[in-house]
């Protein structure tokens, strides 16, 4: 962690206004192909680093977490101090009102195949487009 932290403390030190990790609580927090810096070290590169660690040396600006949270989770996380935000993507693929049903606690429409995602696999890399152009089906 000693690494990622030493260039949190340098994007401070610059003032940069936020910065946004992908941190990854939550449901498949560990089966992801992209790293997050909090749970795998980004792909065992370096030690994981937790976000209250990074709030404690990134003092400049917005600290903003990403990855499985819930909208319980994404609460208690900002509630702790050591996320200023939550970001979402996956969750709004198939809940573009995401907001609104996180506040009416309406459950979530389920996650579309994984293929529709920005993922590799077979089917993507066959036809690039699928998954952006054409329905998960």
Request: aromatic residues 10%; neutral net charge; glycine residues 14%.
């Amino acid at each position: 962690d000693a690494a990622f932290l030493r260039y949190a403390v340098g994007l401070s030190a610059l003032g940069v206004a936020y910065l946004h990790v992908q941190d990854g609580v939550g449901n498949g927090a560990a089966s992801t192909w992209f790293g997050k810096v909090t749970t795998d070290g980004f792909h065992g590169k370096c030690e994981p680093v937790t976000l209250a660690k990074l709030r404690s040396v990134f003092t400049s600006g917005g600290l903003i977490g990403n990855g499985g949270y819930t909208a319980e989770s994404a609460a208690a996380r900002i509630g702790s101090g050591d996320a200023t935000a939550i970001s979402f993507g996956r969750s709004y693929m198939n809940n573009p009102d995401l907001a609104e049903r996180f506040k009416a606690g309406t459950p979530l429409e389920p996650l579309p195949p994984k293929e529709a995602w920005f993922e590799p696999s077979a089917k993507t890399r066959a036809d690039p487009a699928w998954g952006y152009t054409k329905s998960g089906g």
